[in-house]
C-alpha cells in the first residue's frame, strides 16, 4: 500500500471525505522535500484553494501526519510524521531536520505547570545546531587570509 493510501486510509477512518482537492494536497504533501512551507504545497498543488490547502494541513496536523518544524529564522516549515511524540534538530547550515524521539523534558513539564497552575497539554521542541556533514565541510574549508596593515 502506497504512502498516499496509508493517509487516505487515515483520514477515512476517522470519517473525513477526500475529495479531489484534498488528495491533490496530499499528492502534493508527498512530493515535496524532506521539510516544506505551506507555500511549497500551493505551488504543488496546482488549481487548490489557498483555504483548502491551510484546512487540510490544519486536519493533517490533528491527526499526527504531518508535523511543524520551526526553523531558526522563525520560518514555520512542515514534515511528514510517521510517528507519535518527538522533537527535531534543525542544523542551522544546511537546514537539515532529523526527528528524536528521547524527551526527558517530561519531569520539567509537570514541575511548570505546577507552579504556574497551568494544565500543560503538550510541548514542542527545536534543538538548533549543525549536522556533521556540515561540520565536516566546515573543518575542510582553508582558514580565510589573515590581512595586515
Given at each position: ?49 489557498r483555504a483548502t490547502v491551510f484546512r ?32 527535531h534538530l534543525v542544523c542551522r547550515s ?44 566546515e573543518s575542510a574549508r582553508p582558514a ?6
Open positions: 500500500m502506497s504512502d498516499l493510501d496509508l493517509i487516505i486510509q487515515r483520514l477515512e477512518l476517522r470519517g473525513h471525505r477526500v475529495t479531489p482537492s484534498r488528495r491533490r494536497v496530499l499528492e502534493a504533501l508527498l512530493a515535496t522535500p524532506a521539510h516544506f512551507t505551506v507555500d511549497d504545497v500551493l505551488r504543488e498543488a496546482l488549481g487548490v484553494g487540510t494541513m490544519k486536519l493533517l496536523l490533528d491527526l499526527n501526519v504531518v508535523c511543524r518544524v520551526l526553523m531558526e529564522d522563525g520560518s514555520l516549515h512542515y514534515r511528514m510524521s510517521p510517528r507519535g511524540h518527538h522533537h544546511c537546514g537539515r531536520v532529523e526527528d528524536f524521539s528521547t524527551c526527558e523534558v517530561g519531569p520539567l513539564v509537570e514541575e511548570l505547570g505546577r507552579a504556574t497552575d497551568y494544565q500543560i497539554e503538550g510541548h514542542w521542541l527545536e534543538v538548533y545546531g549543525r549536522c556533521q556533514s556540515c561540520r565536516v565541510l580565510p587570509p589573515v590581512v595586515t596593515a
